[in-house]
């Protein structure tokens, strides 16, 4: 099953001008970013003023603040994601106008055609490694176009056209849009039960994952991480269709396989047989999957491994990807935008591995921001065992996002779920985290926000209160 149908492509040409509904979003603005870098003509509203809006103005887009029908203005194609509700003014001026209405992984699909393009999936990773392997093709000289679902911490960009043939982009399970999409390489890091408000189950999940491998180009290749056991069911799958099938990860028999992890500091090193030794400047053994992934694709791609060991030596990280924010009365502050039970895990083994290096009696601060009302009646308990991985946990209340309240299901589900041993508060008031924390936070600790919320504003916040501001 699919949540969204596979449909035919429309050349990025035809499309005439287009307008953005929610263009301040990431994966909305790398769109629009890239149509206007090909002389197409772009307008687009937003909620809220921000940083990409100005920067789409700059690039010669008309960006609105706030949502009105006026602002379609003479457009011939509309631009949506799945969070736009049909009541948005904009929207049901559009349809009652027979403008033609995109899905947001139409249009990307739209700038796809005519490109060799790789498509990132998984249910964690996907940003990551399709950062990783932009910056690494960059360095390699290889000049791709790509989207991402985040930003570069080096340059502030999540997407942007490159001369190169190869176009990079991050696939989204969330919705089923990933199905969009027709790559000569996919990339698969893990297949776990998660959007299932959207999915009803699990088995659904991974029949849209089987559902993407075969929307692989004939003779096309899919990258797969051998440590995941829905994922090697995508590897029998795929050798049925002739697939081209390269796997990395631990697995004994991974075609990278990934040994000898050791963090250092806020990076890692490793080896990947058959390929050498690697280092990344961030930490996480996750981290050193992702790279495999790139190196992987790089490969496919016909890219030197030297250059892309170099290139992925240089990557810096992507915002909200367990990024450092700063240091204030002794304590760090990290953000991420982990919001699954094991993306959290993950994260906090990672700082866990970065303040033992560090010694001294540091302790690990999670704070967390549920996100969705579903996600979190879903998978409150798992949420309290993640953050057990931490010292001292505060959690928030639910970010709703595209959802409405349900009775009962609050961040209190999660902060009861955490064990015993662990300290914890629920804090519902978002105005009081940032005191909660500094009151708790002693020298030496290592405080890390999580969650795919406004929780990430609070970094700053929190800084500035354990500086006494």
């Known amino acids: ?46 909620a809220r003023d ?26 011939d194609t509309v631009v949506v994601s799945t969070a736009i509700r049909e009541g948005n003014p904009e929207l049901a001026a559009a349809r009652a106008r027979g403008l033609r209405v995109l899905h947001r992984s139409e249009a990307l699909a739209a700038l796809m055609a005519g490109r060799r393009t790789v498509a990132v999936a998984g249910t964690h990773g996907k940003t990551t490694t399709t950062s990783m392997l932009t910056v690494a093709l960059q360095h390699a000289g290889a000049d791709p176009s790509y989207c991402i679902g985040g930003q570069l911490v080096t340059t502030g960009l999540g997407a942007d056209e490159g001369t190169g043939e190869a176009f990079v982009a991050e696939a989204d399970e969330s919705d089923g849009s990933f199905l969009r999409y027709t790559p000569a390489i996919a990339v698969v890091t893990n297949v ?15 029949e849209n994952f089987a559902a993407f491998v075969d929307r692989i180009e004939d003779g096309g290749t899919l990258v797969a991480c051998a440590d995941d056991p829905v994922v090697r069911e995508l590897v029998a799958h795929a050798h049925t269709r002739g697939l081209r099938v390269i796997t990395y990860g631990e697995a004994a028999d991974a075609d990278l396989r990934v040994t000898g992890f050791t963090p250092r500091g806020l990076g890692s090193s ?27 694709v790089a490969r496919a ?46 994260d906090l083994d990672a700082t866990r591995d970065y303040v033992a290096q560090k010694g001294g009696p540091g302790r690990i601060v999670a704070v967390f921001q549920p996100h969705l009302y579903s996600r979190t009646r879903f998978f409150a308990a798992e949420f309290g065992a993640a953050l057990g991985r931490a010292e001292v946990a505060v959690v928030l209340d639910v970010y709703g996002a595209r959802e409405d309240p349900e009775p009962g299901v609050t961040g209190a589900l999660v902060a009861d779920a955490v064990p015993a041993g662990t300290e914890t508060a629920y804090v519902p008031d978002r105005e009081q985290v940032a005191g909660t924390v500094a009151a708790l936070a002693r020298p030496g600790d290592v405080v890390i926000t999580l969650g795919a919320g406004d929780v990430t504003a609070l970094g700053p916040v929190i800084l500035a209160r354990l500086a006494g501001s």
Not at 33 to 40: A, H, N, P, S, V
Not at 59 to 73: C, F, S, W
Not at 309 to 337: C, I, N, P, Q, T
């Open 50 to 75: 921000s940083e990409l809006l100005a920067q789409l103005g700059d690039l010669g887009a008309k960006v609105y603040v706030g949502h009105d029908a006026a602002h379609l203005g003479d457009a």
């Open 270 to 296: 490793f080896t990947i047989e058959g390929a050498g030794g690697f280092t990344l400047q961030v930490p996480g053994r996750h981290y050193a999957l992702n790279a495999a992934a790139a190196l992987a």
């Open 192 to 206: 776990e039960a998660d959007h299932l408000d959207n999915y009803g189950g699990f088995e659904k999940v991974k």
């Open 301 to 346: 791609l016909g890219q030197d491994t030297d250059l892309i060991r170099e290139g992925l030596a240089a990557f810096g990280g992507s915002m909200r990807r367990l990024e450092r924010k700063g240091e204030a009365g002794g304590v760090e502050v990290f953000d991420s935008y982990a919001h699954h039970p094991t993306e959290l895990a993950a």
């Open 1 to 46: 099953m699919s949540l969204i149908s596979p449909g035919e492509v429309v050349p990025a040409g035809e499309l005439g001008r287009v307008h953005f509904i929610a263009i301040g979003g990431a994966g909305m603005s790398g769109i629009a970013r890239i149509m206007l870098k090909r002389g197409i003509a772009v307008s687009g509203s937003d």
